[in-house]
């Protein structure tokens, strides 16, 4: 069974801050995603990877950056918090296109 | 420029009745789609998904119907179950698509006994 970890289930930031959200995968996936989650939003795509040290913008890349060192691990983060990045971070990792899976998800609040 | 939608963001449907989910599309390119179900405080989870070859795919008490001239698809449970309740999200994705997936807003689905 895939398993994808996020290291941190809630966590709560102030404003300015430097913020790594991290995460890793098991299965020797070759892509790994971050989305966001918001009310009436749906999943919106941050950032995304397909190859170690490769990354792509998604949709919303603005005040975000990414890390993939490693195949295992792509890790978010958020140069400078603000209030509006308060959200549920999703990472995802797949082997093609036909489907992710997901980690349980970080909830972040930044005041 | 929203290319999945889920147009309603609840429904509420009894126990043993049949729930419904819709998600249209606007880009054509898509061939592949997906449904994902999300419990709070969780990540969503895969539940079925449907190639563009076909119009149907079954799995148990879930169904996906695609209706690829309406640019629509939809997810139909049944019976439904307490434990379905959940946000549904609808995704897609084609060849040229960068190995991305495409979501809608999510549709909260309630089961009331």
């Known amino acids: 069974d895939v398993k994808v970890t996020q290291s941190s289930r809630y966590l709560v930031k102030r404003t300015g801050e430097k913020v790594f959200l991290e995460c890793v995968q098991d299965?020797?996936?070759?892509?790994m995603f971050w989305y966001r989650q918001d009310p009436g939003l749906g999943l919106r795509l941050i950032y995304f990877?397909?190859?170690?040290?490769?990354?792509e913008k998604g949709d919303i890349p603005e005040g975000y950056s990414v890390s993939r060192e490693k195949k295992e691990r792509f890790s978010l983060i958020l140069e400078s918090a603000s209030t509006n990045q308060t959200s549920m971070y999703l990472c995802?990792?797949?082997?093609?296109?036909?489907?992710?899976?997901f980690g349980s998800g970080t909830r972040l609040t930044v005041v | 420029d929203q290319q999945v939608k889920q147009n309603s963001p609840s429904l509420s449907v009894q126990e043993g009745r049949i729930s419904i989910l819709n998600c249209d599309y606007t880009?054509?390119?898509?061939?592949?789609f997906l449904w994902y179900k999300k419990y709070p405080a969780e990540g969503p989870t895969f539940l079925i998904s449907?190639?563009?070859?076909?119009d149907k795919n079954e799995d148990g008490r879930f169904t996906v119907f695609l209706n690829k001239s309406a640019k629509h698809l939809s997810l139909h449970i049944v019976p439904s179950q307490p434990g379905d309740s959940a946000v549904y999200f609808c995704?897609?994705?084609?060849?040229?698509?960068?190995?991305?997936?495409?979501f809608g807003q999510g549709t909260r689905l309630t089961i009331n006994p």
């Open positions: 995802a990792s797949s082997f093609d296109r036909f489907g992710y899976t």
């Open positions: 299965m020797d996936h070759e892509n």
């Open positions: 990877s397909y190859d170690v040290k490769m990354k």
């Open positions: 880009n054509s390119m898509f061939d592949y």
């Open positions: 449907i190639s563009s070859i076909k």
């Open positions: 995704a897609a994705s084609h060849k040229m698509g960068a190995q991305k997936l495409v």
